[in-house]
């Protein structure tokens, strides 16, 4: 067996020829891996946006929704419909609106599913939506 590579009409190669076919399919293959790994990365980079940062900001935005609704007094408080008991239940709430997958972060710091979970006011009624 001799070591010659043959064209599609079944003449011979020159070397020339044999290594631009290499240098194509190198650079091809440096493509599809280049191509895979920047994927790999975005998608990396996606989970860890939705599994660790947005329930991290949720939190943060539920303690400060509950931090400043706890600073109303009664009167202003019942100016907007609210009391005390309620400030979980609607920060909770406002919370499960804002989020698309429905994965939320209560005003506890406890990751639940939309409408599991949910907390109850002072007299063991469900307040969320």
Do not use: C, W
């Not at 067996?1 to 064209?7: L, S």
């Not at 070397?15 to 191509?35: H, L, N, P, S, T």
């Not at 943060?60 to 007094?73: I, K």
């Not at 979980?88 to 599913?113: E, F, I, L, N, Q």
């Amino acid at each position: 067996m001799n070591n010659e590579f043959y064209k599609n009409d079944m003449s011979v190669l020159d070397r020339a020829e044999v290594d631009e076919m290499i240098r194509k399919a190198r650079a091809e293959q440096a493509e599809v891996i280049f191509g895979f790994f920047a994927r790999l990365v975005r998608a990396v980079s996606t989970g860890v946006k939705t599994v660790i940062v947005d329930p991290i900001v949720g939190a943060v935005a539920a303690v400060r929704a509950t931090e400043e609704l706890s600073r109303l007094s009664d009167r202003e408080l019942a100016d907007i419909g609210l009391t005390r008991s309620d400030i979980p239940g609607h920060v909770y709430r406002t919370m499960v609106k804002r989020r698309d997958d429905h994965s939320v972060v209560s005003v506890t710091g406890h990751v639940a599913a939309a409408g599991v979970g949910t907390p109850s006011n002072d007299r063991g009624k469900s307040i969320a939506a």
